[in-house]
């Protein structure tokens, strides 16, 4: 089952359904074994319905990743008035802490879906995109952080860009 909030309810009720199909997909057969038909088995709708909405498999995908990372993005709540450091540390347990973090389910489909970047433009863009905001974000704590004395001198965007890295392995985990 999907987390609370991975889809929007209020959006298009068919597009809602085809996202929630193709979630229970990946979890059942990941990336390598997923077929249309795979998510058609788990659509209650017509699989001709998945072909008038996507251009086929690896459209849907892209689509359902676009879902998940804003998903994502608008899952990160920093409370402006807190201290650099513990918005920072609340940001990165975002990504990694059990309680906090994606699901088991939902951190492999991710870790399944960033592996297509390395060959195709489509998922590489939807990573680079999200990876900028990641990067934006943390990079403006540090900034506050160093500006607030909380943190040492650093090039907060490259700090930020390795705490992305250590934050992205994590979830892979």
């Known amino acids: 089952m999907p987390p609370d909030g991975l ?24 990336y390598a074994d997923l077929t249309i038909q795979r998510i058609a ?3 209650d709708k017509s699989k001709s319905l998945l072909y008038h909405h996507h251009d086929g498999k690896d459209d849907l995908l892209v689509d359902f990743l676009g879902v998940v990372l804003d998903y994502f993005e608008e899952g990160v709540a920093l409370r402006e008035e807190a201290r650099a450091d513990e918005r920072l ?7 990694a802490t059990e309680d906090a973090g994606p699901s088991e389910e939902l951190a492999g489909i991710v870790v399944e879906l ?14 680079t995109r999200s990876n900028q905001f ?4 943390m990079a403006d704590i540090i900034a506050d952080g160093i500006e607030e004395g909380t943190f040492r ?3 907060p965007d490259r700090t930020a860009g390795f705490l992305l890295t250590l934050a992205n392995g994590a979830m892979a985990d």
């Open 41 to 43: 088995d788990e659509f």
């Open 7 to 30: 889809f929007d309810d209020s959006a298009d009720d068919t597009r809602v359904a085809i996202m929630e199909a193709t979630y229970e997909a990946l979890v059942e057969y990941g």
């Open 114 to 127: 960033r592996a297509q970047a390395v060959h195709d433009p489509d998922y590489r863009a939807k990573f």
């Open 153 to 155: 001198e650093v090039a």
């Open 134 to 137: 990641f990067r934006q974000q």
């Open 89 to 95: 540390r609340s940001f990165l347990g975002a990504f």
